[in-house]
T-cell receptor, first 115, second 112 residues
Framework: GENVEQHPSTLSVQEGDSAVIKCTYS??????FPWYKQELGKRPQLIID?????GEKKDQRIAVTLNKTAKHFSLHITETQPEDSAVYFC??????????????FGAGTTVTVRA | AAGVIQSPRHLIKEKRETATLKCYPI?????VYWYQQGPGQDPQFLIS???????DKGSIPDRFSAQQFSDYHSELNMSSLELGDSALYFC???????????FGPGTRLLVL
């Protein structure tokens, strides 16, 4: 099955600075990579995703890059704000039968934005 | 926009009791996934359904079973509960053929 590794486990940044979270995956057949933001006790909320036919995607202050050859992808948050403080999970679709899209998650990164 | 609905939101059970968690997917979503998230952990895939048929299975204990009904809602049945079953249980839904999954608010299960 798919194995996703995520670094760092914790990240503290000054408000206004950028935050970068990196993930690697093991299954070369994986082709969909979402990022979820989770606040304490709440649901994982999809913030951005990227498919394997795209190298980069941006949505306002959030961007994701994908390097299929190296099997790694990254989340970039610019101009961080206190409300960006949360746990961020990267994920990949596990390989398997067509249309079976179970998510394999990284261990999560706790991001703290200091005011 | 309508979201995934889960019930109950909180559940307290004793060891060896049973529990049933319910999930109502987003309208026109036909695929349901169940995930278990322990404290400080990432969500772990349990099981998924499409068109009332189990489509994939992950690390789900034999004490747990699940099904999907004709209206696409799903129920996760948990028997012989153990202390280690205490966790957040999330349901996510998607449309067949699309990878994007949207999560419900979760059910927090506490086994005493």
């Amino acid at each position: 099955g798919e194995n996703v590794e995520q670094h760092p486990s914790t990240l503290s940044v000054q408000e206004g600075d950028s935050a970068v979270i990196k993930c690697t995956y093991s299954d070369s057949a994986s082709n969909y990579f979402p990022w979820y933001k989770q606040e304490l006790g709440k649901r994982p909320q999809l913030i951005i995703d990227i498919r394997s036919n795209v190298g980069e995607k941006k949505d306002q202050r959030i961007a994701v890059t994908l390097n299929k050859t190296a099997k790694h992808f990254s989340l970039h948050i610019t101009e961080t704000q206190p409300e960006d403080s949360a746990v961020y999970f990267c994920a990949a679709i596990s390989g398997g039968r067509s249309n079976d899209y179970k998510l394999s998650f990284g261990a999560g990164t706790t991001v703290t934005v200091r005011a | 926009a309508a979201g995934v609905i889960q019930s109950p939101r909180h559940l307290i059970k004793e060891k060896r009791e049973t529990a049933t968690l319910k999930c109502y997917p987003i309208p026109r979503h036909d695929t349901v996934y169940w995930y278990q998230q322990g404290p400080g952990q990432d969500p772990q895939f349990l099981i998924s359904f499409y068109e009332k048929m189990q489509s994939d299975k992950g690390s789900i204990p034999d004490r747990f079973s699940a099904q999907q009904f004709s209206d696409y809602h799903s129920e996760l049945n948990m028997s012989s509960l153990e202390l280690g079953d205490s966790a957040l249980y999330f349901c996510a839904s998607s449309r067949r053929g699309l990878e994007t999954q949207y999560f419900g608010p979760g059910t927090r299960l506490l086994v005493l």
